[in-house]
C-alpha cells in the first residue's frame, strides 16, 4: 500500500488515521508509506507495542499470535520515518533468521506497502539485501566495506540482520532500534552485554508523546524482544515477571483479556497475550486443533502464552485449566451449606476455601468459590473469620470446617492461660463463626501425600466416584498452587523455599490453598477415598 503520507507526530498519526502528508521530504529517493490499513489490522496487544514508547519491549505471544506482523510493520515505520538511523533485526541462529524471520518480514512489508526488492534489470524497486546498494540509493549516510547481511533502502536506510549464535559479531555495531526473534532460545550474555550496549545510536528523540528527529533531551533507542512462550528465567528476571505472575495467569487464559505492564522508571513495557488473539488470521480451527492435539502444558505455554507453564514434574498433573477453572463466576448457592478448608502458615498469608458440593444425579460438583489468602497483617484466623462472618453474615444453612488436623494442637501464638478459648485454630474458628451454626469435621491426622495425590489426580484426571472439581477464575493463589507445584523425588510436595526482599522472611511459595483443599477432598470423600486406596474407583 504506497501512498505519501505517514508523519511523525503521534497524536496527528492516530487521530487523522494515518494519513496525509506531515512532513515535507525532497528527492526521487523517498519512501513514503500509509499505515492506515496495516494500524486497523492490529489486534490490541500488538497496537500497545507498536505504541511504546519505552526503551525494552517484550511480546510475548503465542505461536500463530501475529509477532512478525508486528515488527514487519514496525521495521517499516523506522525506516520510511528515519532514514539515517540504522536498525538491527537479529534471531537465534542464521537459518532461522534468513529463512524464517527476515523472510517473514519482508512478506509483510510486500503485501502491506507494496516494498519490492531492487531489480536490476528494471531499475525499480526499494531495496537490496546482501549486496552494495545501486548508485540511484541514497547512500550519503552509510559507506560499508562489506553490505553482506546488510539490507539497504533507497531512501538511504539500512537494517543489519544478525544471528545470536555468533553474537560477538555486534560488537562495535550502532544502531538505534533493533528486532530480536525468538529471544527464548538466546542466551543471556548476547542480549545483555552485546545487543543492549549496541543499540545507542542517536537520531530519534522523544517529545511527549512525538518521536521526532529534532534533538532534545531525550534520546529513543528501541529494542523490541518478540518471542513466543518458553520457561525462560533471564526474561522473566529482565522484565520482573514473577512478581506479576497472579495478573498474568488471571489474564492470559481469558481469550478477551490480555497482561499489558509498563514501567516508566524502569522504561520497560510488556504484553503478553494469547494466540487467540491473532484467530481471525489463522487457518479456520486452527487452534482448536492444536488444543486436541498437544497436552496440556504445551497448550498453556504455546496458545496461551503462559510463561509460567508447567514443564513436567508436578504434583497435580491432572489438573487442567482448561478444564477445570470456570471463566464464567461460579454461582453462590444461600440454600446450601457453606464448607470452609484452612491451612495456618502465615507467610506469605493465611488461607482458607470456600466450598459448596452440588449433586446432579450420578455426578458430584465440587464448587471452589473463594480463596482467602490474607497477608501481613491480616495474617491470622482471628483475622481471617472476621472476614469470612462479614462476607457470609447472611447466610442461615450452616457451615462445615475443615483443614489441617495440625490446628488441632495448641496454638504457639497465644498464651494459653490469659487465653484458654484461644488455645488453637480451630477453637478460633467455631467461637469466631459460631454465628453461621460450624460443625467441626477435620481430620484427626493428616492424610498421606502420595495417595491423596493420586486420589486427586485421579479425580481431576477422570471424576472418579462421579465427582468434578471446578474453580472459580477468581482463586488465583489456588490455580497457581495446582500449576506450580512440583513433585519431590520421594513422590510427595516439593515445597520451594522463597524469600521476601522486602521482608527478608523466607516462606514456601507453593502448597498453602491446595493443602487446605487436599484435607477437605480426603475428609469429605472419605468413603470414596478409602475404596480408592484399596483399588476399587467406583
Not at 529463512?99 to 517473514?104: A, F, G, I, K, R
Request: charged share 30%; glycine share 6%.
Amino acid at each position: 500500500m504506497r501512498k505519501s503520507g505517514l508523519g511523525k507526530d503521534w497524536d496527528t498519526f492516530k487521530e487523522k488515521a494515518l494519513t496525509g502528508r506531515l512532513w515535507e521530504k525532497d528527492g526521487s529517493t523517498d519512501i513514503d508509506l500509509d499505515f492506515t490499513d496495516y494500524y486497523a489490522k492490529l489486534s490490541d496487544p500488538q497496537k500497545y507495542i507498536f505504541d511504546s514508547r519505552e526503551k525494552m519491549n517484550l511480546m510475548y505471544m503465542g505461536q500463530g499470535g501475529g509477532k512478525t506482523y508486528f515488527a514487519g510493520g514496525k521495521s517499516a515505520f523506522f525506516v520510511s520515518n528515519f532514514p539515517n538511523v540504522r536498525g538491527l533485526i537479529c534471531a537465534n541462529t542464521y537459518k532461522q533468521l534468513t529463512q524464517s524471520t527476515v523472510q517473514n518480514i519482508r512478506n509483510v512489508w510486500q503485501t502491506e506497502f507494496g516494498l519490492q526488492e531492487y531489480n536490476r534489470k528494471t531499475g525499480e524497486g526499494d531495496y537490496v539485501v546482501g549486496i552494495k546498494p545501486p548508485d540511484s540509493f541514497e547512500s550519503e549516510n552509510h559507506n560499508l566495506d562489506s553490505y553482506q547481511s546488510v539490507i539497504s533502502f533507497r531512501n538511504g536506510a539500512i537494517i543489519f540482520i544478525r544471528s545470536l549464535d555468533n553474537y560477538k559479531a555486534i560488537e562495535g555495531m550502532e544502531v538505534g532500534w533493533a528486532f530480536m526473534d525468538e529471544t527464548k532460545d538466546t542466551k543471556k550474555e548476547a542480549v545483555q552485554e552485546v545487543v543492549l550496549s549496541r543499540v545507542r545510536q542517536n537520531g530519534m528523540y522523544l517529545h511527549g508523546k512525538n518521536i521526532t528527529d529534532t534533538v532534545t533531551n531525550r534520546p529513543f533507542t528501541p529494542i523490541y524482544i518478540i518471542t513466543s512462550p518458553a520457561k525462560v528465567s533471564w526474561i522473566n528476571e529482565m522484565f520482573s515477571l514473577d512478581k506479576h505472575e497472579l495478573d498474568i495467569k488471571g489474564k492470559i487464559y481469558d481469550k478477551t483479556t490480555f497482561f499489558k505492564n509498563k514501567d516508566v522508571y524502569e522504561s520497560t513495557r510488556v504484553v503478553i497475550a494469547s494466540a487467540y488473539y491473532n484467530e481471525k488470521n489463522l487457518p479456520k480451527n486452527y487452534l482448536q486443533d492444536r488444543e486436541r492435539i498437544l497436552p496440556k502444558h504445551l497448550v498453556n505455554l504455546l496458545i496461551y502464552s503462559d510463561p509460567f507453564s508447567p514443564e513436567g514434574g508436578e504434583f497435580y498433573k491432572g489438573f487442567d485449566r482448561n478444564k477445570h477453572v470456570s471463566q464464567k463466576p461460579l454461582p453462590y448457592d444461600d440454600t446450601k451449606k457453606i464448607n470452609f478448608t484452612f491451612d495456618f502458615n502465615v507467610n506469605p498469608y493465611v488461607t482458607c476455601l470456600d466450598i459448596q458440593v452440588h449433586k446432579v444425579e450420578d455426578k458430584t460438583y465440587v464448587f471452589i468459590l473463594n480463596n482467602w489468602c490474607l497477608g501481613n497483617p491480616n495474617n491470622s484466623t482471628p483475622a481471617l473469620c472476621e472476614k469470612i462472618r462479614n462476607k457470609y453474615h447472611r447466610h442461615t444453612e450452616g457451615i462445615e470446617v475443615y483443614g489441617d488436623p495440625a490446628g488441632r494442637a495448641q496454638s504457639t501464638r497465644v498464651d494459653k492461660q490469659k487465653e484458654p478459648d484461644r488455645a488453637n485454630d480451630f477453637k478460633i474458628i467455631m467461637k469466631k463463626l459460631s454465628s453461621l451454626r460450624p460443625r467441626l469435621k477435620v481430620m484427626r491426622k493428616a492424610p498421606g501425600q502420595i495417595s491423596r495425590a493420586d486420589f486427586i489426580n485421579a479425580i481431576f484426571e477422570n471424576n472418579i466416584f462421579g465427582i468434578h472439581i471446578i474453580i472459580d477464575k477468581s482463586c488465583k493463589e489456588t490455580i497457581m498452587d495446582f500449576e506450580g507445584l512440583k513433585e519431590s523425588k520421594e513422590g510427595k510436595k516439593h515445597k520451594q523455599m522463597v524469600k521476601d526482599n522486602v521482608t527478608g522472611v523466607s516462606y514456601e511459595k507453593y502448597g498453602h490453598t491446595s493443602d487446605a483443599f487436599d484435607y477437605f477432598i480426603c475428609q469429605y470423600f472419605s468413603s470414596e477415598y478409602k475404596k480408592f486406596k484399596s483399588g476399587r474407583v467406583r
